[in-house]
């Protein structure tokens, strides 16, 4: 089933109307009632499973969340956090940095300070995402913003292992603070993929073989299904009609694992 909401593009597959979310209503509901109830957790899930869309479709419309789009160093957190207060014109920020210039302008230590001290005066929820084994300065000034600000933090990373979680991975220990976003089962990804080639008007003699293939390749990751449904209009992979389906799925590998790097 297919619901409509209006959700900003997200990622390197989009290319369907910006307004189209599939499925996916309990797994929004859970956001939003977690977030509501200003918990902190982590939200895990393979590559392309819908985490970063999702997420945009549900906070695009609360005014508290801090989001950090690049969570890959304390810099960047720290410089990202401090951009969307200055736009919030939180007023703790105010006094100290006026404009969107002014944070570029200042020197990580100092902004650092102003963020953690705005985020502790104030009542919002960090979202930080895309993070990849975050180090032990990062994970340190999480900690301080959880702890001592009782901010709620929303960290989006590909599984709750060290590997992606770092240094964070003692702070989500518990069952209850993650949230797995898995990729869609068959039926449902058939579904996504029909759905999409019939909204983009994707046609080939061999479409419904394609489909069958491409959703049991990309084991259900909507992200992936949408890139391959992508390929298949590029004249290179078509043949009389038809997909190119091989050369269409080693290409898109290749793209893939290059794309999905953080
Ligand atoms: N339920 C959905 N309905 C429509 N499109 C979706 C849905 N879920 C995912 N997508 C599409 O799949 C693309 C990939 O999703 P997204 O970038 O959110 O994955 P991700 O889990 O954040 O991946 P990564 O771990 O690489 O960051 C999105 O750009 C979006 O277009
Ligand atoms: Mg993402």
Redo the contacts with the bound molecule.
């Keep these: 089933m297919s619901i409509k909401g209006q959700c900003p ?6 290319f ?1 109307s910006d307004d ?5 209503i309990e797994e929004m509901a859970e956001l939003r009632q977690r977030l509501s109830a200003r918990e902190s957790f982590v939200l895990h ?10 997420l945009h479709c549900v906070i695009r419309n609360l005014p508290d969340v801090l989001y950090c789009p690049q969570a890959g160093s304390p810099q960047l957190v720290v410089q990202s956090l401090a951009f969307r207060l200055v736009e919030l014109r939180d007023r703790y920020t105010k006094s100290f940095l006026r404009n969107a210039q002014a944070v570029k302008m200042k020197s990580t230590i100092s902004l650092r300070g102003i963020v953690l001290e705005a985020v502790r005066r104030g009542k919002y929820i960090v979202v930080l995402d ?1 993070l990849q084994g975050p180090a032990a300065a990062l994970s340190s000034d999480t900690r301080d913003l959880m702890l001592y600000g009782e901010t709620p933090v929303l960290a989006v990373a ?1 599984s709750a292992h060290m590997e992606d979680l770092g240094f964070l991975t003692p702070m989500f220990s518990l069952r209850g603070e993650r949230m797995r ?1 898995s990729n869609f089962a068959h039926v449902e990804a058939t579904r996504f993929a029909e759905e999409i080639a019939r909204r983009t008007g994707l046609w080939a003699n061999n479409l419904p073989e394609f489909i069958e293939r491409i959703v049991s390749l990309s084991q259900g990751s ?2 992936a299904i ?1 890139k391959m449904l992508q390929m298949a209009r590029i004249p290179r992979y078509r043949l009389n009609g038809y997909v190119k389906t091989s050369p269409l799925y080693i290409d898109f590998r290749l793209g893939w694992h290059a794309q ?1 790097a953080w």
């Design positions: 593009p997200v990622g390197p597959a989009t369907v189209f979310v599939f499925g996916r899930g393979p590559s392309g499973s819908g985490k970063t869309f999702l895309h590909r976003l909507p992200g949408l999905n």
